[in-house]
């Protein structure tokens, strides 16, 4: 969709107050495409593992809400999930697909525009998320970094400060980022797709 809407035009939050309307007709469409997307081997890998007592969280910056829909029970949201939609006066809080349904841009009843509760470019990580994730940051003994460019502050952070504590770090990414000769120790050259559903089939024999 990035290819259609520009993100400056579209993902930052001073575009989406100076122009809720015209942000609005990219975010319902957004929204209807996540509603009817699936998780994938590597959503399904790292619910597995989960489930085997192996991996203790999942910290994602994705707003696709897939890894709980694959299984995954601990989820940290750190760029929120557009399953809500939240007043921007009164924090009043709506659920999306059926208000959506009802026009854009959704109001809320005191008058204001809805938003819906994921991080636009320009607005701070959610505290609760931010908190929680340097939590297991700093106290985990492998971080498996996975599917991102890491390029994104904060969360790119975030495998740092588990090396800093002490943590292995594996990276899985066909290509190489800021991470792969400064933090990673260890690289797979391959998708996501592939290699978590692997690792979980191998843990599955012990
Ligand atoms: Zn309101």
Same mark, same amino acid.
């Given at each position: 969709m990035w290819e259609r809407f520009d993100p400056a035009e579209y993902a930052t939050i001073g575009a989406f107050l100076?122009?809720?309307?015209?942000?609005?007709?990219?975010l319902a469409e957004m929204i209807g495409v996540l509603a009817c997307a699936s998780p994938n081997p590597a959503h399904?890998?790292?619910?597995?593992?989960?489930?085997?007592?192996?991996?203790?969280?999942?910290?994602? !910056?994705?707003?696709?809400?897939?890894? !709980?829909a694959a299984g995954s029970r601990k989820v940290i949201e750190f760029h929120g999930n557009p399953g809500e939609l939240v007043c921007i006066s009164c924090w009043k809080r709506y659920p999306s697909l059926e208000t959506i349904a009802r026009g854009i841009p959704? +109001?809320?009843?005191?008058?204001?525009i809805l938003k819906p509760d994921i991080v636009f470019f320009g607005e701070p990580i959610p505290w609760g998320a931010q908190e929680e994730s340097q939590v297991e940051a700093r106290s985990?003994?492998?971080?498996?970094?996975?599917?991102?460019? *890491? !390029?994104?502050?904060? *969360?790119?952070?975030?495998? +740092?400060?588990a090396k800093e504590h002490g943590a292995f770090i594996i990276e899985i990414n066909p290509e190489e980022t800021s991470?792969? +000769?400064?933090?990673?120790d260890m690289?797979?050259?391959?998708?996501?797709?592939?290699?978590?559903?692997?690792?979980?089939?191998? *843990?599955?024999?012990?």
């Amino acid at each position: 969709m990035w290819e259609r809407f520009d993100p400056a035009e579209y993902a930052t939050i001073g575009a989406f107050l100076r122009d809720p309307k015209k942000v609005w007709e990219m975010l319902a469409e957004m929204i209807g495409v996540l509603a009817c997307a699936s998780p994938n081997p590597a959503h399904f890998g790292l619910a597995e593992l989960e489930s085997m007592g192996i991996l203790r969280s999942v910290i994602t !910056q994705n707003v696709d809400g897939l890894h !709980q829909a694959a299984g995954s029970r601990k989820v940290i949201e750190f760029h929120g999930n557009p399953g809500e939609l939240v007043c921007i006066s009164c924090w009043k809080r709506y659920p999306s697909l059926e208000t959506i349904a009802r026009g854009i841009p959704p +109001r809320c009843d005191c008058g204001e525009i809805l938003k819906p509760d994921i991080v636009f470019f320009g607005e701070p990580i959610p505290w609760g998320a931010q908190e929680e994730s340097q939590v297991e940051a700093r106290s985990c003994r492998v971080l498996i970094v996975a599917g991102t460019s *890491a !390029q994104v502050a904060p *969360a790119c952070d975030i495998p +740092r400060i588990a090396k800093e504590h002490g943590a292995f770090i594996i990276e899985i990414n066909p290509e190489e980022t800021s991470l792969t +000769r400064t933090v990673t120790d260890m690289h797979f050259r391959e998708s996501a797709s592939t290699v978590i559903p692997a690792l979980a089939g191998e *843990a599955r024999k012990y």
